[in-house]
């Protein structure tokens, strides 16, 4: 494969801006490549794309490919993606739009930069304007406590509360439920449940954070009948905790595990996704508790890459080296569904 084709923007939310110095290298290329977006679901900008590159795009249907849109008005689209190269952008996902090459959206909700009214404005363009964009998802700003931009500031409460109505009665308006998802963490910020698991139709912008928590509660339902994971211990982080209070509600009783919520203070409270917690944050509370109290303690996969590592450089054995005989590091810890069978 070729060099990995990097951002050319200066978006004010950059996640990898908001990075602090000293983390493994690779965390810091900012991929914008199409071939990425087409084989791995990355999501993209198409603002450093050739004509030649289109042309190819659509002469080798190369899709459906992820693209991150956020507006289509060019004030905001300047504001958010800090450049004018948002104008190819643009341009070129106007060009897939009309060659019919099958697209899955991002919007990044910014409060008072994209939401609300600027945010509708946004789907009904999107809507009526490109069939050939097969769903749209509204995930919200994720703000480290390196973020030193001061107009960028969290979703809260209201502001989550006010944007699945508005996706709500926009989808009802619109006929188009399969198309305009929201991410999980909006109905987490708004201590909401989560929609239906047929809401979500294909789950196809799951690895964006839609539908990840009800593809999960759906299977452990599924799967793992009757009482499990007495004396299990789950790290999990502060949004994981909520979905696995959510299971409780929806199964109707303990299923028996206890949690252990760790908050990201490497990062800042205000991340709070499982993936994002660091190793430093999990082995300062793993060293406050008392492992004669549990019978297995369960740390998700997802806080490694594929080389073992967590995002500030911890390997696994770092982590298993507190106790090993009961820790265990699962890759489906997240849906607990073959963790309980192979424990429970």
Do not use: W
């Not at 952008?89 to 959206?105: A, C, E, P, W, Y």
């Not at 449940?193 to 599924?222: L, M, T, W």
């Not at 949004?239 to 209070?245: A, I, N, P, R």
């Not at 490694?304 to 890759?331: R, V």
């Amino acid at each position: 494969m070729e060099k990995i084709r990097t951002c050319n923007n200066r978006c004010i939310f950059c996640f990898v801006n908001q990075l602090p110095r000293g983390l493994r290298k690779t965390l810091y290329v900012k991929d914008d490549d199409f071939l990425l977006s087409y084989m791995y679901g990355n999501f993209i900008t198409l603002s450093n794309l050739s004509q030649a590159d289109i042309k190819k795009i659509i002469a080798s249907r190369l899709e459906p490919l992820y693209l991150s849109v956020h507006s289509l008005n060019h004030k905001i689209r300047k504001l958010i993606f800090g450049t004018d190269n948002h104008l190819t952008g643009l341009q070129n996902f106007k060009t897939l739009g009309k060659n019919s090459i099958d697209m899955h959206v991002q919007v990044v909700l910014c409060p008072h930069i994209n939401d609300g009214n600027a945010l509708i404005e946004t789907l009904e363009e999107l809507i009526s304007g490109y069939r050939s964009v097969k769903s749209i998802g509204i995930v919200p700003v994720g703000l480290t406590r390196f973020n030193h931009n001061p107009r960028l500031m969290s979703v809260d409460y209201s502001l989550a509360t006010e944007t699945i109505g508005l996706v709500d009665n926009f989808n009802q308006q619109h006929k188009s439920y399969h198309r305009v998802f929201l991410s999980d963490e909006f109905y987490i910020i708004a201590r909401r449940g989560f929609p239906g698991y047929r809401s979500y139709y294909d789950f196809c912008q799951i690895n964006n954070g839609v539908g990840k928590s009800r593809e999960f509660i759906h299977a452990f339902k599924k799967e793992v009948k009757g009482k499990y994971g007495a004396g299990m211990l789950l790290v999990t982080s502060e949004y994981g905790s909520y979905v696995y209070k959510q299971l409780a509600l929806e199964l109707g009783y303990d299923s028996g595990f206890k949690l252990l919520t760790v908050k990201n203070n490497f990062f800042g409270t205000t991340i709070k996704a499982t993936g994002l917690l660091s190793g430093s944050d999990i082995l300062k509370e793993l060293k406050t508790i008392d492992f004669k109290n549990y019978s297995r303690i369960i740390i998700s996969d997802c806080i490694f890459n594929q080389d073992g590592l967590t995002l500030d450089g911890y390997k696994k054995e770092h982590i298993l080296g507190i106790n090993a005989k009961l820790i265990s590091i699962e890759e489906n810890a997240n849906k607990l569904t073959g963790v309980l069978h192979k424990y429970g």
